[in-house]
T-cell receptor
Framework: DAKTTQPPSMDCAEGRAANLPCNHSTISGNEYVYWYRQIHSQGPQYIIHGLKNNETNEMASLIITEDRKSSTLILPHATLRDTAVYYC?????????????FGPGTSLSVIP | DVKVTQSSRYLVKRTGEKVFLECVQDMDHENMFWYRQDPGLGLRLIYFSYDVKMKEKGDIPEGYSVSREKKERFSLILESASTNQTSMYLCAASETYNSPLHFGNGTRLTVT
């Protein structure tokens, strides 16, 4: 089973910030939080990851709560091209034997 | 950037055929994964490999096997294809156990 839970769908107005939540209440100290997105008919694309500090790159920001039980992916100025399914997963940083399990993700619709 | 190439974008096979899905990565990455994706079910892990000739079962290995004779190539084998194996198959690679996954664009397999 996936170790994360996400809302099944969200809408966001074009130009606004999209805030996508993820719950990972059973995360352990040696697991990272990763975010991916999948645009229709393509393979998932890596966005960002973090351990306990907030992270930012050219695509998005990742805010992880202090207790690490939840996180939020922020797309600062959503465009129509950000319409996709967004997946939040956790992944061990200590072992290769860890299954990488995806949940159903959040389907984000950016509305003009 | 890592390039993960899946040999076929679309494939149509008959029930009972032996089917090979090929995946090649160009960056000497250790870990490789096979997922299938079905509407409403998200990505489900079939098998993964963390080194040459090493493999681990994912959540749904039944009816599938894999082969990794060289580091860059990870093959998914359907020993006797069945209609319930009609699906989108996605291959991914990651450098190590704590690196992002890079996905191919998928093979849409139809078994008739």
């Amino acid at each position: 089973d996936a170790k994360t839970t996400q809302p099944p769908s969200m809408d966001c107005a074009e130009g606004r910030a999209a805030n996508l939540p993820c719950n990972h209440s059973t995360i352990s100290g040696n697991e990272y939080v990763y975010w991916y997105r999948q645009i229709h008919s393509q393979g998932p694309q890596y966005i960002i990851h973090g351990l306990k500090n907030n992270e930012t790159n050219e695509m998005a920001s990742l805010i992880i709560t202090e207790d690490r039980k939840s996180s939020t992916l922020i797309l600062p100025h959503a465009t129509l091209r950000d319409t996709a399914v967004y997946y939040c997963i956790v992944r061990s940083l200590k072992t290769s034997y860890d299954k990488v399990i995806f949940g159903p993700g959040t389907s984000l619709s950016v509305i003009p | 950037d890592v390039k993960v190439t899946q040999s076929s974008r679309y494939l149509v096979k008959r029930t009972g055929e032996k089917v090979f899905l090929e995946c090649v990565q160009d960056m000497d990455h250790e870990n490789m994964f096979w997922y299938r994706q079905d509407p409403g079910l998200g990505l489900r892990l079939i098998y993964f490999s963390y080194d040459v000739k090493m493999k681990e079962k994912g959540d749904i290995p039944e009816g599938y096997s894999v082969s990794r004779e060289k580091k860059e190539r990870f093959s998914l084998i359907l020993e006797s294809a069945s209609t319930n194996q009609t699906s989108m198959y996605l291959c991914a690679a990651s450098e190590t156990y704590n690196s992002p996954l890079h996905f191919g664009n998928g093979t849409r397999l139809t078994v008739t």
